[in-house]
């Protein structure tokens, strides 16, 4: 299993960017996925996950209201969407995928959970 993370860049704060993470092998539709993020000199957080059928969403109080995460089954692939970005959101930002997730689980907040990590994008947000 491969994950293709993309969509970061560098914004201003208050605008916003998309995050799209593209995974190849294993049976996507069977999988939850997680955005993390990890700044310099920080440890790696949760921000946002999605569980198989997408009724199962979670966010981090520090994203909570101004992000969006999605999923699209049929191309495989999960998104981040980030308005109003602050500074404090600058980090790379990494999917994960949960490949033990079953329809009811609820989305784990815990990077241990999750099997499969991408490589990471970068986003820099400056004032």
């Known amino acids: 299993v491969q994950l293709q993370a993309s969509g970061g860049g560098s914004v201003q704060a208050g605008g916003s960017l998309r995050l799209s993470c593209a995974v190849s092998?294993?049976?996507?539709?069977?999988?939850?996925m997680g955005w993390f993020r990890q700044a310099p000199g920080k440890e790696r957080e949760f921000v946002a996950g999605i569980g198989r059928n997408s009724r199962n969403i979670n966010y981090s109080d520090s994203v909570k209201g101004r992000s969006t995460v999605s999923r699209d089954n049929a191309k495989k692939t999960v998104f981040l969407e980030m308005d109003s970005l602050k500074l404090e959101d600058t980090a790379v930002y990494y999917c994960?995928?949960?490949?033990?997730?079953?329809?009811?689980?609820?989305?784990?907040?815990?990077?241990?959970?999750?099997?499969?990590w991408g490589q990471g994008t970068q986003v820099t947000v400056s004032s």
């Open positions: 092998g294993g049976t996507f539709s069977r999988f939850a």
């Open positions: 994960a995928a949960d490949a033990t997730a079953i329809l009811t689980t609820p989305v784990s907040v815990k990077s241990t959970r999750y099997d499969y």
